[in-house]
């Protein structure tokens, strides 16, 4: 697949080839981004972690590392806590610095959510530097519609500016959501998220899928795509489903929809270490090779 990355003007000179030593890294040389997302010990508390349908393999945080130094992916987000501690053993990873988080214990519509940053940008250089980890992007997390709207806007803008000025990869994390939004799974508005991170310059934002009243996920994603413009536009995992279910869906995302990749979690991570790193080089083959679905499905079967 050609790469045709075009470097974002807030990128200095001096930082232009760091810049595009991470985009490569984290997409294989491609347009599309296979992320492992593991910043849900954060937000989801240990639910998605211990239960009933989750591998026990899941229970410690290693286990989220040892999937991402085994198996194929574009880049692991996660907080840097946990970089800090298990980077000593993991040093190959390549990284994502998930910027921001919140915890789920005030219930969903409780109040409107506010997610603000735990670290600074100058935080973030540094800790690069000292550790030498491939530390290639920052994500955040913005809920559009929320009456906190303001601050996590301003957050992220400056986070984007300065994940720039320093050479690295701007993830965005859109979601519609707070007392004035009646459907977040709404296109329209999936749409409005994936523009607005355009105009914040994220360099990827991921959104969830659309769940519209007539016609397919995929066929609604496209607004989503266009609105997004040169910012590329990825698809959160969403809960646990069957991996032909997960995969099928992925490849009308990528096919119909436009999508440019994937951001996923407890559907690999709740699974135990062998079936995880299977499912992650299915992944991965169908989003940064452009395998067919088949042969998606064929590797997960054989691993």
Same mark, same amino acid.
């Given at each position: 697949?050609?790469?045709?990355?075009?470097?974002?003007? &807030?990128?200095?000179?001096?930082?232009?080839?760091?810049?595009?030593?991470?985009?490569?890294?984290?997409?294989? &040389?491609?347009?599309?981004?296979?992320?492992?997302?593991?910043?849900?010990?954060?937000?989801?508390?240990?639910?998605?972690?211990?239960?009933?349908?989750?591998?026990?393999?899941?229970?410690?945080?290693?286990?989220?590392?040892?999937?991402?130094?085994?198996?194929?992916?574009?880049?692991?987000?996660?907080?840097?806590?946990?970089?800090?501690?298990?980077?000593?053993?993991?040093?190959?990873?390549?990284?994502?610095?998930?910027?921001?988080?919140?915890?789920?214990?005030?219930?969903?519509?409780?109040?409107?959510? /506010?997610?603000?940053?735990?670290?600074?940008?100058?935080?973030?250089?540094?800790?690069?530097?000292?550790?030498?980890?491939?530390?290639?992007?920052?994500?955040?997390?913005?809920?559009?519609?929320?009456?906190?709207?303001?601050?996590?806007?301003?957050?992220?803008?400056?986070?984007?500016?300065?994940?720039?000025?320093?050479?690295?990869?701007?993830?965005?994390?859109?979601?519609?959501?707070?007392?004035?939004?009646?459907?977040?799974? &709404?296109?329209?508005?999936?749409?409005?998220?994936?523009?607005?991170?355009?105009?914040?310059?994220? &360099?990827?934002?991921?959104?969830?899928?659309?769940?519209?009243?007539?016609?397919?996920?995929?066929?609604?994603?496209?607004?989503?795509?266009?609105?997004?413009?040169?910012?590329?536009?990825?698809?959160?995992?969403?809960?646990?489903?069957?991996?032909?279910?997960?995969?099928?869906?992925?490849?009308?995302?990528?096919?119909?929809?436009?999508?440019?990749?994937?951001?996923?979690?407890?559907?690999?991570?709740?699974?135990? /270490?062998?079936?995880?790193?299977?499912?992650?080089?299915?992944?991965?083959?169908?989003?940064?090779?452009?395998?067919? /679905?088949?042969?998606?499905?064929?590797?997960?079967?054989?691993?």
């Amino acid at each position: 697949m050609e790469n045709t990355l075009t470097i974002p003007l &807030d990128v200095p000179e001096s930082k232009r080839e760091l810049f595009r030593k991470n985009y490569l890294t984290m997409t294989h &040389d491609s347009e599309r981004l296979m992320l492992f997302a593991g910043d849900q010990k954060a937000e989801h508390l240990n639910d998605d972690y211990y239960g009933e349908g989750i591998s026990p393999d899941d229970a410690t945080p290693e286990h989220l590392f040892s999937i991402a130094s085994k198996a194929q992916i574009g880049v692991f987000a996660t907080q840097l806590g946990l970089i800090a501690r298990y980077g000593t053993t993991y040093g190959t990873i390549p990284y994502l610095v998930k910027m921001n988080s919140k915890t789920n214990v005030i219930p969903k519509g409780a109040q409107d959510p /506010l997610s603000s940053s735990w670290y600074s940008m100058n935080d973030i250089a540094a800790f690069i530097e000292s550790s030498k980890l491939t530390v290639c992007a920052v994500g955040y997390t913005i809920y559009m519609g929320s009456a906190f709207e303001e601050q996590m806007l301003r957050e992220a803008a400056h986070i984007i500016y300065h994940a720039h000025r320093n050479g690295l990869v701007a993830v965005l994390w859109a979601y519609p959501r707070g007392t004035h939004v009646q459907d977040e799974y &709404d296109a329209h508005l999936i749409a409005g998220a994936a523009g607005l991170a355009s105009t914040l310059g994220a &360099d990827f934002v991921k959104v969830n899928a659309p769940k519209p009243k007539n016609g397919s996920s995929a066929e609604a994603l496209r607004e989503a795509v266009d609105a997004a413009g040169r910012t590329r536009l990825v698809c959160a995992g969403g809960s646990s489903t069957s991996v032909e279910v997960f995969l099928k869906d992925l490849y009308d995302q990528l096919h119909i929809g436009g999508a440019s990749g994937n951001a996923t979690g407890r559907n690999i991570h709740q699974k135990d /270490l062998k079936q995880a790193i299977a499912f992650c080089n299915a992944i991965y083959a169908l989003t940064v090779e452009d395998k067919p /679905l088949d042969v998606a499905l064929a590797i997960y079967r054989s691993g």
